[in-house]
């Protein structure tokens, strides 16, 4: 398996370090809700055999985080985005359907 | 229901009818419409827990479902290790009653699963790691389980090609547990299933499940791939895939799945006699009564339902072999696949009631499965038959994370590549 890091190039996997599902998303503590958004946050995922939305780190690079769509099936790798643009795309959402 | 018991006469008189006179080991059953209990999943704890509920709890109309067939899943694809030198209070008496299930499993079961206690041996490489296995040995003996500390001399006796002087990583001594070792794994599986059957369990293959029935909040049937099938109480014992059956019940588990590989030399004259581990990597090694070496080392470290494994990983184990045994180095490899495992939030288990009434889960066993396996039967048996934890697995909630009380053996906390 090898990811294409947007910075570097088509790099081999150890180069990377994993930090697993990129769907969870740290809740509002301020919420009624919070203590269960949290329990689910650290401790339960949805760990699908299928398309996977995953962080991988390039430590033995350019230090970027990544947010690696990957089938977990056939470990192919579908889409290699930066974590910051990702997560800017997903404001960018959250505030337009506010 | 027919049967046949296994000694040393009735090997004799098949070897003088030509080998005739075998009978199938367990019959292959079709599904009824309905049981009192459905066990899903076919592979060792799976088998055993219907083996326990039939001869321990005295109860019948029990199936087990199986989407391939018996032993093809992760019970025939570890590195067959067993051992109870755990150290949290939640583990250890749950780890030694395993270890002493399978001390008199061959005779309970009447089926040779080839149980050898040639001792587990846990080396070390400084004086912080002496003092973390003297620590470890001592929880051991005052659980009453056996531990010896062994100084470097101590493992030049026993294992005189050891490479001693690395200059990165000497080897100082080692935690022995001398009552540790192996057992061949297929045995298991089809020992508790010949077990099993001749107590009325129906072992049913190639049926794979696709969905649970409900009534309100209660299970009253799966739905699967050769039709519905009901019952009063069904447990999951899915391991590797504990996540896609939790949730076709709707359920999200504190579980990751993970790709672990195991790796199988050519066979070689007898050269390591009891189980071996680098402390300063993370690589394991025995050597199977055929000859070959049987060993492993991390996972692969990301989400994987893929079951082979990556190159990086096989670098790193037989680099670990290469620090701590170079002799090896020239020994070609037979074989090499990869198992999916349940990877928990803690590294250790879940054997409990799930939010929905007559649905159980018995998963999490991150790659220490194989040896829990008797254990993990018992004390899931336990819980289906009278609705309450046994005694010995009362640590391995579910809702363990919510209540803060995690049983994280390792201290990794809440990364399940790390455990």
Redesign the interface.
């Given at each position: 398996m090898r990811i294409a890091c947007p910075c570097c190039g088509d790099r081999s996997l150890d180069e990377f370090i994993y930090h697993g599902d990129a769907t969870v998303t740290r809740p509002d503590y301020s919420m009624p809700s919070a203590l269960d958004d949290f329990i689910a946050y650290t401790y339960e995922r949805r760990n699908l055999a299928g398309d996977h939305q995953e962080l991988w780190y390039h430590a033995a690079g350019c230090h970027a985080w990544l947010v690696v769509a990957r089938n977990l099936t056939t470990h192919r790798v579908l889409n290699v985005s930066l974590a910051r643009d990702v997560a800017l795309a997903r404001l960018d959402t959250a505030e337009g359907g506010a | 229901m027919a049967s046949q018991r296994y000694s040393i006469f009735s090997v004799i008189k098949e070897a003088l009818v030509g080998h005739t006179g075998w009978m199938p080991t367990w019959r292959d059953a079709s599904p009824k419409a309905d049981y009192d209990i459905i066990i899903i999943g076919g592979g060792g704890h799976g088998l055993a827990t219907a083996y326990y509920l039939a001869k321990t709890f005295g109860l019948s109309r029990i199936a087990v479902v199986e989407k391939g067939w018996i032993g093809g899943g992760n019970v025939g694809r570890n590195t067959t290790i067993v051992r109870s030198n755990y150290m949290l209070p939640g583990n250890i008496p749950f780890y030694e009653q395993s270890l002493k299930l399978w001390e008199g499993l061959e005779q309970d079961i009447n089926y040779n699963a080839m149980v050898s206690q040639r001792g587990v041996l846990n080396l070390y490489h400084s004086d912080a790691q002496r003092d973390a296995y003297a620590r470890r040995g001592n929880a051991l003996r005052l659980h009453g389980v056996d531990a010896e500390l062994l100084d470097q001399a101590a493992v030049r006796k026993m294992l005189p090609f050891l490479n001693y002087e690395n200059g990165r990583f000497p080897i100082h001594g080692g935690l022995l547990q001398r009552r540790g070792g192996t057992v061949r794994h297929d045995a298991v599986a089809w020992g508790y299933a010949r077990a099993a059957d001749q107590r009325g369990v129906d072992i049913i293959q190639n049926c794979e499940v696709t969905g649970f029935r409900r009534d309100g909040n209660r299970v009253t049937g799966i739905q699967t791939s050769r039709g519905f099938i009901g019952a009063k109480k069904i447990g999951m014992a899915v391991a590797g895939?504990s996540?896609?059956v939790a949730?076709m019940a709707g359920l999200?588990?504190?579980?990751?799945?993970h790709a672990l590989q195991a790796f199988v030399s050519e066979s070689i004259k007898p050269f390591i006699d009891g189980v071996v581990t680098f402390g300063a990597g993370h690589f394991y090694i025995s050597q199977s009564d055929k000859g070959g070496l049987v060993f492993g080392g991390d996972i692969d470290?990301?989400?994987?339902?893929?079951s082979r494994g990556?190159?990086?990983v096989v670098?790193d184990v037989c680099e670990g072999g290469m620090a701590l045994m170079p002799r090896i180095g020239r020994v070609r490899l037979l074989r090499q696949w990869g198992g999916i495992m349940d990877m928990s939030?803690d590294g250790s288990p879940i054997i409990d009631h799930t939010p929905i009434d007559g649905l159980y889960i018995n998963a999490g066993w991150c790659y220490g499965g194989f040896k829990a396996t008797p254990a993990s039967g018992l004390c899931f048996a336990h819980l289906i038959a009278r609705d309450e934890p046994h005694p010995i697995a009362t640590a391995y909630r579910l809702d363990r994370?919510?209540t803060g009380h995690a049983v994280d053996e390792k201290g990794q906390g809440?990364?399940?590549?790390l455990h």
């Open positions: - | 895939n996540s896609r949730t999200r588990l504190p579980i990751e799945s470290g990301y989400n994987s339902y893929a990556n190159l990086p670098e939030m994370f919510r809440p990364y399940p590549n």
